[in-house]
């Protein structure tokens, strides 16, 4: 990546999931500094320059880079920023009815450095969201996928076959967003939500499709090709 694309990404807008956070450490900041000066304070010093860190912090993790997607019909592209932890078959979650058949399952962890914008994988209608409650453990951990809070969504594709994506919450993660309802269309690429502070996003392929991506690849959402479908 070049120094200008690095510059790019890291100063890009922040998601407007961000707007709560920035404008609560920002007051917090500013109340702090003028109380910690009027009253010649350290410790309210201190709590404003932890609040201005905590501000930026905050423009950094929810940045919502723009992304270039392929504009080919028949591929499956990432649906988050991160690094592949684990590829295996297995059945898609029971809650979105899509059969017991095994089928190639893609995670991808998130870790707080990382952009956390959930993008579509692929073009095609929403069919079924089901939110699962549960635990909040290491998402990299591969049991995380089942005893984890999560967000299951279904698509089914213009050719009448289906795929799942799976937002799963995180060790520190406690919010779950997702922006898109049952029965809408959307494109391949399209921001669909995000996950707050760490995190997983499992996708599961249709039926035949076989990834073109490797345990420990690095993903950039919206861009990079896991499938050929």
């Avoid at 990382?114 to 939110?131: S, W």
């Avoid at 996928?145 to 969504?153: F, I, P, Y």
């Avoid at 050719?159 to 997702?178: K, N, P, S, T, Y």
């Avoid at 049952?182 to 707050?196: D, N, T």
């Amino acid at each position: 990546m070049s120094l200008l694309s690095s510059i790019k990404l890291v100063a890009s807008r922040p998601h407007p999931e961000a707007r709560p956070f920035l404008l609560a450490s920002a007051a917090t900041s500013l109340l702090a500094y003028w109380a910690g000066r009027k009253l010649n304070c350290p410790m309210l010093r201190r709590a404003g320059h932890a609040s201005t860190g905590f501000f930026a912090f905050c423009l950094y993790f929810f940045r919502d880079p723009e992304r270039v997607t392929p504009p080919q019909a028949d591929l499956a592209v990432a649906p988050a920023d991160g690094h592949i932890v684990s590829i295996e078959k297995i059945a898609p979650p029971k809650e979105l009815d899509m059969g017991t058949a095994p089928v190639w399952r893609i995670a991808t962890f998130l870790s707080v450095l990382d952009v956390h914008v959930n993008r579509m994988p692929a073009a095609g209608t929403v069919t079924r969201i089901a939110y699962h409650p549960g635990l909040f453990l290491n998402a990299s951990l591969d049991k995380a996928s089942e005893q984890n809070e999560r967000n299951a969504l279904s698509l089914t594709l213009p050719d009448g076959r289906m795929l799942a994506v799976v937002q799963i919450a995180g060790l520190v993660a406690r919010r779950i967003v997702c922006s898109v309802t049952e029965g809408m269309q959307v494109e391949a690429g399209e921001r669909f939500g995000l996950i707050r502070f760490g995190s997983r996003t499992d996708l599961y392929l249709p039926p035949g499709v076989e990834p073109l991506v490797a345990v420990g690849q690095t993903m950039v959402g919206g861009e990079t090709i896991m499938a050929r479908l």
